[in-house]
């Protein structure tokens, strides 16, 4: 079976095709086939489209086009041509998944893609608004490549569709709940790989497990995991919601933005910006949303980059114990995304909080950049993982479930 993914931002789209060779799904992660990515520029009539294949092939160019749909054509057609040639015809593809950053209330698993499921998604844009449009633009885009070709939405809030009403919904007045105003959480496709992960390098039942896995990359969220269901987490009716991040704030106290509103000229645009995309580690430390020069300023005698880290941890820790509360014990806690799988620094500091528990990192096997491994000690009473993050294939494996129903 051919599997195409396509993992769509405000500004980006990611794709990639898996072939699944046998009559079941392997037990390991493949690799795939093919990857394509276009980075739109603020115009967004020119794209840097960038393709790479498993044999080591590479395609790298700036195009224009009328439209982001004509740039996503132009991406599909080095599957078939060229270099990056790694299939005959479109036609060979059997599914293809889309990453649906929001499904709402209604869509708690994969769903294959009708004209019901799209005006749904495009419903859902008021509270995704840079992502839900995007996501269906690639829909149409692979309409007009594929023609009637079997599509699939995997979305990014189905797997906290498990929350208990206590975690989800906001202390407001009541009409919010009627209003969908609610908790939904996001990162699902990937803490739900690692839960899986974890089980799988734990060699236990995900169904006896409890876990937390911190997804900690440009956008950061934390979810508590029960027998393999989502029963809290930090991101919320928004992304926003929850613990620091890039360039977002996470949870700040809602008076602020009273505040604001009231004794500054603030509109509602700005204050957009300010929480999404100038707070976080860029707005503390005034350097970068990037980690990693967060890190280097830091080792360069620079104060409010130290700050911004020492918020981050400090965030990070009461994330975890917020996580830990409902959960009963822990038996692993995970790290997943960029920062959780490259720094073992915020590792280090995100378990110290925690030894008094009998949680127990070891300080060496922390260094060596561990790839799907265990990093506690031997004689920890919850086990510590590094799990590389596979969204992509996530999504691949969704779609083979659903058509194999
Ligand atoms: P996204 O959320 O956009 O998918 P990633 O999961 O790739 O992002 O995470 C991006 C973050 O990971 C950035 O803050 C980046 O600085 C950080 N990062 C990447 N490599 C390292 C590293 N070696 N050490 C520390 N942080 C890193």
């Known amino acids: 079976m051919k599997i195409l993914v396509l993992n769509a931002g405000s500004s980006s789209q990611k794709s990639c095709l898996y072939e699944i060779p046998d009559a079941n799904l392997p037990n390991k992660v493949l690799q795939p086939l093919w990857e394509g990515k276009i980075d739109w520029t603020q115009e967004q009539s020119e794209a840097e489209i960038e393709v790479k294949t498993a044999t080591g092939a590479v395609l790298q160019e700036f195009i224009d086009g009328d439209s982001r749909i004509a740039h996503v054509a132009y991406l599909l057609n080095t599957l078939t041509h060229g270099a990056t040639k790694v299939i005959s015809q479109l036609s060979e593809i059997d599914v293809v998944g889309h990453r649906v950053v929001h499904g709402g209330l209604d869509y708690r698993n994969s769903v294959v893609i009708t004209e019901e499921v799209k005006q749904a998604i495009a419903h859902l844009s008021t509270l995704a608004p840079a992502h839900n449009p995007a996501a269906l633009e690639g829909i149409e885009a692979i309409g007009k490549s594929l023609g009637s070709v079997t599509q699939v939405a995997v979305f990014d809030t189905s797997f906290h569709s498990t929350l208990p009403d206590a975690a989800a919904i906001y202390p407001g007045p009541y009409e919010w709940v009627e209003k969908g105003i609610r908790r939904y959480g996001f990162h699902g496709i990937s803490h739900q790989y690692c839960a899986n992960r974890a089980a799988q390098i734990l060699n236990r039942d995900l169904t006896s497990l409890r876990l937390i896995t911190c997804h900690l990359g440009n956008g950061c969220s934390l979810a508590a995991i029960k027998n393999g269901k989502s029963v809290d987490t930090t991101m919320g009716f928004t992304p926003l919601d929850g613990l620091m991040m890039g360039s977002r704030s996470g949870s700040i106290d809602p008076g602020i933005l009273i505040h604001l509103l009231r004794q500054s000229d603030y509109s509602v645009e700005e204050l957009d910006y300010v929480l999404n995309k100038a707070s976080g580690l860029r707005g503390i430390s005034g350097i970068s949303s990037d980690f990693r020069e967060v890190i280097a300023a830091i080792n360069q005698g620079n104060d409010r980059a130290q700050l911004a880290y ?61 790839v799907d491994v265990d990093i506690a000690r031997d004689d920890s009473n919850v086990r510590i993982l590094v799990i590389h993050t596979q969204e992509d294939w996530a999504i691949a494996q969704q779609c083979w479930q659903l058509l194999q129903q």
Not at 335 to 356: L, M
Request: proline fraction near 3%.
């Open 310 to 370: 020492d918020i981050y941890v400090h965030r990070l820790r009461a994330g975890i114990g917020s996580m830990l509360a409902n959960l009963g014990g822990l038996d692993a806690l995970v790290f997943t995304a960029g920062v959780g799988e490259k720094s073992p620094g915020i590792r280090q500091a995100a378990c110290e909080a925690w030894e008094f528990l009998g949680l127990k990192i070891d300080q060496e096997k922390n260094q060596q950049q561990p």
